[in-house]
């Protein structure tokens, strides 16, 4: 079973915007994993440079361990992106609206360089959730990272096999 099931994808000139419903109510929150922060950290290290506007003093990874589980899917994301070539400055933002749209419910917003490459973050990004949370396998990064690059229109002129360094 999956921790989270995206019910919608929305391509706008600004971002890629993704409803995603929390399968089980009890996965709602990080903590349901004792150490799920740390693995993180293991998996993807240069995610402990990420800033969050979030209003945690303690780091990135402190409010990773504790926080919606969709935020974690947010950064998760973003990170990938950014392996995959993707600026690092690049921006997502995790709401809800649980009065309109029920609860577990929320808007997960990745802006791109590239939208083919912000969705298939998305999808290896919930792969991932699924692994930290125990529910499969972690999937490898490496093959990740690289079906991500993938993703990347070859630029003309580049050659075959090149993909634009944007």
Same mark, same amino acid.
């Given at each position: 079973?999956?921790?989270?099931?995206?019910?919608?994808?929305?391509?706008?000139?600004?971002?890629?915007?993704?409803?995603?419903?929390? #399968?089980?109510?009890? *996965? @709602?929150? =990080?903590?349901?994993?004792?150490? /799920?922060?740390?693995?993180?950290? $293991?998996?993807?290290?240069?995610?402990?440079?990420?800033?969050?506007?979030?209003?945690?003093?303690?780091? #990135?990874?402190?409010? *990773? @361990?504790? =926080?919606?589980?969709?935020?974690? /899917?947010?950064?998760?994301?973003? $990170?990938?992106?950014?392996?995959?070539?993707?600026?690092?400055?690049?921006?997502?933002?995790?709401?809800?609206?649980?009065?309109?749209?029920?609860?577990?419910?929320?808007?997960?917003? /990745?802006?791109?360089?590239?939208?083919?490459?912000?969705?298939?973050?998305?999808?290896?990004?919930?792969?991932?959730?699924?692994?930290?949370?125990?529910?499969?396998?972690?999937?490898?990064?490496?093959?990740?990272?690289?079906?991500?690059?993938?993703?990347?229109?070859?630029?003309?002129?580049?050659?075959?096999?090149?993909?634009?360094?944007?």
């Amino acid at each position: 079973m999956s921790v989270l099931a995206i019910e919608r994808l929305e391509v706008t000139a600004e971002a890629v915007v993704a409803t995603v419903r929390v #399968v089980d109510s009890a *996965l @709602a929150r =990080t903590r349901a994993v004792p150490g /799920l922060a740390t693995r993180l950290s $293991e998996l993807l290290p240069d995610i402990v440079r990420h800033r969050c506007d979030c209003g945690s003093s303690h780091g #990135v990874l402190a409010e *990773l @361990a504790d =926080t919606e589980t969709p935020h974690l /899917l947010e950064h998760i994301a973003l $990170e990938m992106m950014a392996l995959a070539g993707s600026p690092r400055t690049l921006r997502g933002a995790t709401s809800w609206d649980f009065a309109r749209d029920g609860r577990g419910v929320f808007e997960v917003r /990745l802006a791109y360089d590239d939208a083919d490459v912000a969705l298939a973050a998305l999808s290896e990004g919930s792969a991932i959730v699924d692994g930290l949370f125990g529910e499969t396998a972690v999937p490898d990064v490496d093959s990740a990272v690289e079906r991500l690059k993938a993703a990347r229109p070859v630029q003309p002129g580049l050659g075959e096999g090149l993909h634009s360094l944007r």
